[in-house]
């Protein structure tokens, strides 16, 4: 096994072919998608030309990764492993990931994990990393078989639906809430598709609704990521709309499988992400370390 460093552009395709292992190995293991990375480049970060830690075997393909993503409060270490690793190997990919991070000068970090993942979590805590419960990290993971969708659900009177391509004329519907870049990040990753970057317009041509739908035709995979209706338009049913219908062109593109996450204490998100056929299959734990020596404490 050989351990390199990508940056850049270059660490989001690499990242992606060793999801794809994943994603090749097992329909749902882990808890991250190769889209899920792809949004994440969406705005520049200080992580993005740091040199990102890999693993290659004699092959040259991407065996393990420690992704770091800094969300401005805390940087996120993400351990990324084939679902048949060992436990050892496990133990090391975390180890020498936090090394890392702190030969980077990162001081305060977060890992999510599944909640479930009791060989993470005690290597995690050996290193002195808790529990944060009330971090906004802790999610859902719920999964959709493809086959079982429901029908789309009609759009209420007085609200139209687009795609990004009906609206070139003016600036993406996200900029106000991702900054002024967020599209010329989006076009930089290989799995965005703007016929897939949907929203419901008002009578106004205001913003109501949106949702980004990913489909990732390695795996045959969708990801659902963003949604949001607007407070001045929400109990019109424009969320089950959008989700209907980008579930019915992620089925249409050829996806099996669609993801997407949810807070389990919003209880409005799950009933339509339920209702809609989504089942939940695993939940996240965020484990955080603060003051993190440099030079990788706990080694």
């Not at 000068?105 to 990393?129: K, N, P, Q, T, Y």
Request: with cysteine; charged share 25%; hydrophobic share 40%.
């Amino acid at each position: 096994m050989q351990e390199h460093h990508r940056s850049g552009i270059q660490y989001l395709q690499t990242a992606t072919a060793l999801l794809h292992r994943v994603r090749s190995e097992h329909p749902t293991a882990g808890l991250l998608e190769a889209a899920d990375l792809h949004w994440w480049w969406r705005t520049p970060r200080s992580t993005d030309e740091i040199p990102q830690l890999f693993w290659f075997d004699d092959a040259g393909r991407p065996e393990a990764a420690v992704i770091a993503t800094d969300w401005g409060d805390a940087v996120a270490l993400d351990p990324i492993v084939l679902p048949n690793a060992s436990l050892d190997w496990i133990a090391h990919v975390i180890e020498r990931g936090l090394a890392h991070a702190g030969e980077l000068g990162f001081s305060s970090i977060d890992v999510v994990i599944d909640r479930a993942d009791h060989i993470m979590r005690e290597v995690l805590v050996c290193h002195g990393f808790t529990e944060e419960p009330n971090s906004m990290l802790n999610v859902v993971d719920a999964w959709l078989i493809v086959s079982d969708r429901i029908a789309v659900s009609p759009l209420h009177a007085g609200y139209r639906l687009c795609s990004r391509l009906d609206t070139q004329d003016q600036p993406h519907h996200m900029v106000h809430r991702n900054g002024p870049k967020l599209e010329t990040r989006l076009q930089q990753t290989s799995l965005y598709r703007p016929e897939l970057d949907l929203l419901v317009l008002d009578a106004s041509r205001n913003v109501a609704a949106y949702g980004l739908f990913w489909f990732d035709p390695d795996t045959a995979t969708g990801l659902v990521e963003p949604m949001r209706t607007e407070n001045d338009h929400q109990r019109r049913g424009l969320a089950r709309h959008i989700l209907t219908e980008g579930i019915n062109r992620l089925a249409e593109a050829g996806a099996k499988r669609i993801k997407l996450c949810f807070n389990p204490t919003n209880t409005a998100a799950k009933e339509l992400y339920v209702s809609a056929g989504f089942k939940p299959d695993k939940q996240t734990a965020v484990l955080s370390r603060k003051g993190m020596k440099h030079g990788g404490e706990g080694r």
